[in-house]
């Protein structure tokens, strides 16, 4: 079993649509965080939270340590919102360890 | 603030061969890690540098090896290539290490490489 997994692996939503990708882990961590990850690889990070709930623009992150849950909702998608979500979790100890990503893709 | 840039950005070598490859962090980031992305087992760390000092090993091969300058600079070392070797390489820079927090990492474009 994967120590971070991530659902659904694959997601297609309408313009507009209310989006959320789900992660769940099973280590002890220090932080979690989430990529975008577009065609042609660059990686951005989009959040990194320890607790709690961070929102930028259209997207919110929430993390339920007790749980070990975090989910990305994207609000009013979008087709440039369409790329790899990765979700990576830092061990207690220090190095990243990733889920399998969720590809989106947003038809308008 | 330039970001953090990899060179070379693609790669074509064949089995068996070494190859290095070289990550630039961002100005001020004093420390560095890489991963290693392919189709079928997606992103794993490789390792992290912090000071000149390798602070963290994935469960990789000892024919990958890594490197940190004064300069933070960092380069990745492969010898004797195998065919899984190839991937997208990436490398991430952090303004420090993670110890009891976390620091936003911020990711070079990658090196592509391709071993046939």
């Known amino acids: 079993k994967n120590e971070v997994e991530q659902s659904p692996q694959n997601l297609t939503a309408q313009e507009g649509e209310f989006i959320t990708i789900n992660c769940s882990y099973s280590?002890?961590?220090?932080?979690l965080h989430w990529l975008q990850q577009h065609p042609g690889g660059g990686i951005v990070s989009l959040f990194m939270?320890?607790?709690g709930k961070k929102k930028h623009g259209r997207l919110i992150a929430t993390i339920n340590i007790q749980e070990k849950h975090s989910s990305l909702h994207i609000t009013a998608s979008h087709p440039r919102d369409s790329a790899v979500y990765i979700c990576?979790?830092?061990?207690?100890?220090?190095?990243?360890?990733f889920g399998k990503g969720t590809k989106l893709s947003v038809k308008p | 603030k330039a970001g953090v840039t990899q060179t070379p950005r693609y790669l074509i070598k064949t089995r068996g061969q070494q190859v290095t490859l070289s990550c630039s962090p961002i100005?001020?980031?004093?420390?560095v890690s890489w991963y290693q992305q392919t189709p079928g087992q997606g992103l794993q760390f490789l390792f992290e540098?912090?000071?000149?000092?390798?602070?963290n090993k994935g469960n990789f091969p000892g024919r990958f090896s890594g490197r940190q300058f004064s300069n933070s600079r960092s380069e990745m070392n492969v010898s004797t290539l195998e065919l899984g070797d190839s991937a997208l390489y990436l490398c991430?820079?952090?303004?420090?290490?993670?110890?009891?927090?976390?620091?936003?990492?911020?990711f070079g474009p990658g090196t592509r490489l391709t071993v046939t």
């Open positions: 991430a820079s952090s303004l420090s290490l993670a110890g009891g927090g976390s620091y936003e990492q911020y």
């Open positions: 280590v002890g961590i220090s932080a």
């Open positions: 939270l320890s607790s």
């Open positions: 990576a979790v830092r061990r207690s100890q220090g190095n990243l360890i």
């Open positions: 100005s001020g980031h004093r420390s």
């Open positions: 540098y912090f000071s000149e000092t390798q602070r």
